[in-house]
């Protein structure tokens, strides 16, 4: 089984692979000019990561 740090390490690796996923979905790596439109959903995005991963650190301290 995976103790408290491999399981926190292993929910950051998660956040970090889908925040890359989504990035190269929306074309942030691309050279062109981004639309307003993904800038503000990538925004949504990268919030809603940062509350998955710190809602996956409370969750692992109270295991």
């Given at each position: 089984?995976?103790?408290?740090?491999?399981?926190?390490?292993?929910?950051?690796?998660?956040?970090?692979?889908?925040?890359?996923?989504i990035?190269f979905?929306?074309?942030?790596?691309?050279?062109?000019?981004?639309k307003?439109?993904?800038?503000?959903?990538?925004?949504?995005?990268?919030?809603?990561?940062?509350?998955?991963?710190?809602?996956?650190?409370?969750?692992?301290?109270?295991?």
């Amino acid at each position: 089984m995976l103790s408290k740090f491999g399981i926190l390490v292993a929910i950051l690796i998660m956040v970090l692979l889908f925040y890359l996923v989504i990035s190269f979905g929306a074309g942030v790596f691309s050279k062109g000019e981004g639309k307003p439109e993904v800038k503000k959903y990538l925004k949504s995005v990268n919030i809603l990561l940062i509350i998955i991963a710190a809602v996956g650190a409370i969750l692992v301290l109270f295991m």
